[in-house]
């Protein structure tokens, strides 16, 4: 027996506190999908309704009107929806990170955001795809993205990177729901078994397809979710890396970098991460969650999130080095430009927010202060979004200078980033509502009692 | 010998320990067609069960083979056979440009190919079971742990059998009825 272990490892904290059994992590979940809805929540519903509403009107103007309500201009074609794409995309890659990449490393600290986290990733990413369906400008041929057999017998343009992305990013809307499905089946029948009323009965019925928890069951679930993991882990990588094609394989100066996938997938998990705090932290209070998501789980993501911080901080850096050691002026002048050019204001809101503020992550004090951890997610959550402004405004000085020009946004550019807030919270708040928001069965799972050899049975004496 | 009516003998165990060695006792026992059941997957069943492994894996390569050659098809035939067009100077075809969209096309049969090749294997989704209408059952997706013995194994006796579960602990032990329509 080898004694070398120290006691962490040997007695790692428990995953859940305050030793719940099997029987009252159903009840404490459930409870929250089966009680009446109560004011708290109806609350948060309304601003969130209202932003709904608010998109709905913004993108039923720009069709009716066209593009031309935007700011957009010559040398600008991509503006703030290029912008906000990007910016959703990347806040949906935190949930398929913590279900498969941190699956596959046995952090079994993320069962319990892992759901959540899940639910996130797919509400970001519809937000994330409504901006390019509706800045092709006509609408109504949208679908001419797709490979499909038409009366004009033409075919999209597969050299292009933008086709790569409308792949790549609806490859993992896809196969994120499948995964969150996949997940949410044994806790749907658990629904469905505690269920009073016929319509509850019926809907989580159907949609937990008859699952009774045999062990052959089981077997098959348990390696479907371990490939699942495995096919999302590098799926999760391409999608931000294929995202960042749009921008490196164009011939920008500024934009046609070889960093840039890398450096596109940290600045993706860095905002992730900033958003399931952004949410969990106000959530685990509202539904008395605080057991399942502890406060080690928060530290354990602001470790994160001060990693990838450095990462973009690095990446940063590097890029100006590049733009002067390959002594391009075009490319040292995107670079000046940036920082001290026009938009030089938001070259700086995006090193504060993303490099500078992070540090103090480095204190534990800070880590488990939940009020300093929401604010500092708000504080990434905008950095990040200007890191995207910044990137898409370099076109505002290209090659011809007679051409150069400067991005305001519209009142419509802002009401749509605003609207899709609305449907993001929307969604959120209706999936706390009726879905179960920790992954029972999985939680169940990490509990100490749920190892059939766990020391509890010895001292009962049913083991021998 | 098997009751023309029962499905099969339901038992209960406490906890996943109890369930486990139960699981072994029934399988020594001769009983190959038994099944456990429990609201999360048990550590070391699949051993107690001697249960073949999964065939989930063989789905998952076969339908990530066939996304592969999916998007390389659909990516030269209608570049270079359907709708030929130079655009920029580049060729009609060439792996390089068509490696992402190839690469995303194998992810996602092979998803496909996992969960409803999963979902196939496991025989759902299967809206009604015998087993439904055993009221403590309900509990299954709590916090209780069954076995059962089908009527359907070789070794089943309805007698012999309901006294082996209780000889292995099993409480609660339940007569199944088949249901019929």
Same mark, same amino acid.
């Given at each position: 027996m080898a004694h070398n272990y120290d006691a962490e490892t040997l %007695?790692? &904290?428990?995953?859940?506190? #305050? /030793?719940?059994?099997f029987g009252e992590v159903t009840e404490k979940i459930c409870g929250i999908v089966e009680a009446p809805p109560n004011h708290k929540w109806l609350l948060a519903l309304i601003p969130a309704l209202t932003g709904l509403t608010i998109l709905g009107g913004a993108i039923g103007w720009l069709i009716w009107e =066209?593009?031309?309500?935007?700011?957009? #201009?010559n040398p600008m074609g991509w503006g703030w929806a290029i912008v906000n794409f990007v910016f959703w995309v990347g806040i949906g890659h935190a949930g398929t990170l913590i279900s498969a990449i941190l699956f596959l490393f046995r952090q079994r600290w993320r069962t319990a955001i892992n759901r959540f986290a899940e639910a996130m990733t797919i509400f970001a990413v519809i937000c994330a795809l409504i901006f390019p369906g509706i800045h092709v =400008?006509?609408?109504?041929?949208?679908?001419?993205?797709? &490979?499909l057999p038409n009366q004009m017998s033409m075919w999209p343009n597969f050299r292009s990177p933008l086709l790569w992305d409308v792949f790549a990013v609806s490859t993992y809307f896809t196969v994120s729901l499948m995964f969150w499905y996949v997940g949410l089946v044994p806790d749907m029948a658990t629904l469905r078994d505690r269920a009073k009323s016929k319509i509850g009965f019926w809907i989580y019925g159907v949609l937990s397809?008859?699952? +009774?928890?045999?062990n052959r069951h089981w077997q098959n679930y348990e390696r479907a979710y371990l490939l699942l993991a495995a096919l999302a882990t590098p799926l999760v990588l391409s999608v931000h890396t294929i995202v960042s094609f749009d921008f490196a394989?164009?011939?920008?100066p500024g934009w046609?970098?070889?960093? %840039?996938p890398p450096y596109f997938v940290a600045g993706a998990i860095f905002s992730g991460f900033a958003m399931v705090l952004t949410l969990a932290i106000p959530a685990r209070k509202i539904f008395g969650l605080e057991d399942f998501i502890t406060v080690r789980h928060i530290e354990n993501m602001t470790k994160i999130i001060l990693v990838t911080g450095m990462m973009v901080g690095y990446a940063y850096a590097m890029e100006f080095f590049i733009a002067w050691y390959s002594g391009s002026e075009y490319e040292s002048f995107a670079f000046v430009n940036r920082a001290l050019g026009p938009f030089g204001w938001a070259y700086f809101i995006m090193v504060s927010c993303n490099?500078?503020?992070?540090?103090?992550?480095?204190f534990k004090k800070m880590r488990t202060n939940m009020t300093v951890v929401f604010i500092l997610s708000i504080f990434v959550n905008i950095g990040m979004w200007f890191e995207r402004f910044v990137i898409t405004m370099?076109?505002? +000085? /290209? %090659?011809?200078?007679?051409?150069w020009d400067y991005y305001s946004p519209t009142i419509f550019d802002i009401l749509t980033f605003i609207g899709s807030f609305g449907l993001f919270f929307t969604l959120f708040i209706l999936f706390m509502k009726f879905l179960?928001?920790?992954a029972m069965a999985e939680v169940k799972g990490v509990l100490?009692?749920? /190892?059939?050899?766990?020391?509890g049975y010895h001292e009962e004496g049913h083991d021998d | 010998m098997t009751e023309s009516k029962s499905w099969g003998l339901l038992a209960e165990f406490p906890n996943p320990a109890r369930l486990l060695k139960a699981a072994q006792a029934t399988h020594a026992a001769g009983y190959r067609r038994f099944e456990t059941f429990s609201p999360f997957p048990i550590h070391g069943m699949d051993e107690a069960m001697e249960l073949p492994g999964s065939k989930v894996p063989w789905i998952t390569l076969a339908a990530g083979l066939m996304g592969m050659a999916t998007g390389l098809a659909l990516q030269w035939w209608s570049g270079s056979v359907a709708y030929p067009l130079v655009i920029g100077g580049k &060729?009609? %075809?060439?792996?390089e440009f068509a490696l992402p969209i190839t690469f995303e096309l194998s992810i996602l049969f092979a998803s496909f190919g996992t969960v409803l090749g999963m979902f196939a294997l496991n025989k759902? &989704? +299967?809206? #009604?079971?015998?087993?439904?209408?055993?009221?403590?059952?309900?509990?299954v997706t709590d916090d209780a742990f069954f076995l059962a013995i089908p009527?359907? /194994?070789?070794?089943?006796d309805l007698e012999a059998s309901k006294a082996f579960l209780e000889s292995i602990g =099993?409480?609660?032990i339940t007569v199944v009825e088949e249901q019929n329509g």
């Open positions: %007695f790692p &904290p428990p995953l859940v506190d #305050n /030793d719940l059994s =066209g593009t031309g309500i935007w700011g957009l #201009n =400008g006509r609408v109504w041929a949208a679908y001419w993205m797709l &490979p397809l008859g699952w +009774r928890g045999a394989v164009s011939l920008i046609h970098t070889t960093i %840039f490099v500078i503020t992070p540090q103090i992550f480095w370099s076109l505002h +000085r /290209d %090659f011809i200078p007679s051409s179960p928001a920790v100490p009692q749920a /190892d059939p050899h766990w020391s | &060729p009609l %075809f060439a792996w759902l &989704p +299967r809206p #009604n079971h015998p087993l439904d209408y055993v009221p403590r059952f309900k509990k009527a359907s /194994d070789e070794q089943f =099993g409480e609660h």
